[in-house]
Nanobody, 114 residues
Framework: VQLQASGGGLVQAGESLRLSCHAS????????MNWYRQAPGKERELVAS???????NYLESVKDRFTISRDNVRRSLWLQMNNLKPEDTAAYYC?????????WGRGTQVTVSS
């Protein structure tokens, strides 16, 4: 399984970013997919998830600002992040639970300046 995330960067508060993740090595359409993030000195937390059928869930602090989406044909996952805040600063990771294990892509860094 390979998960390739991209799209992070340095932005100012209030701006937007769109993270992308491309998956290979799995039958993507059969799996729920997740975005996690980890800030320095903090535990990794689940930011957003989307089921294989398209149902979504969000961390309370990002509701109404972030949108997770997927394209099963392109085997791609996205996280649209609007109205970013300094507390959103973290490394963001694409994740899938596959064959009994969490699989992680390399993180993409999001830094939001005030």
């Amino acid at each position: 399984v390979q998960l390739q995330a991209s799209g992070g960067g340095l932005v100012q508060a209030g701006e937007s970013l769109r993270l992308s993740c491309h998956a290979s090595g799995i039958n993507f359409r059969l799996f729920d997919m997740n975005w996690y993030r980890q800030a320095p000195g903090k535990e990794r937390e689940l930011v957003a998830s989307i089921t294989r059928d398209g149902s979504t869930n969000y961390l309370e602090s990002v509701k109404d600002r972030f949108t997770i989406s997927r394209d099963n044909v392109r085997r791609s996952l996205w996280l649209q992040m609007n109205n970013l805040k300094p507390e959103d600063t973290a490394a963001y990771y694409c994740n899938v639970f596959f064959r009994g294990n969490d699989r992680w892509g390399r993180g993409t860094q999001v830094t939001v300046s005030s």
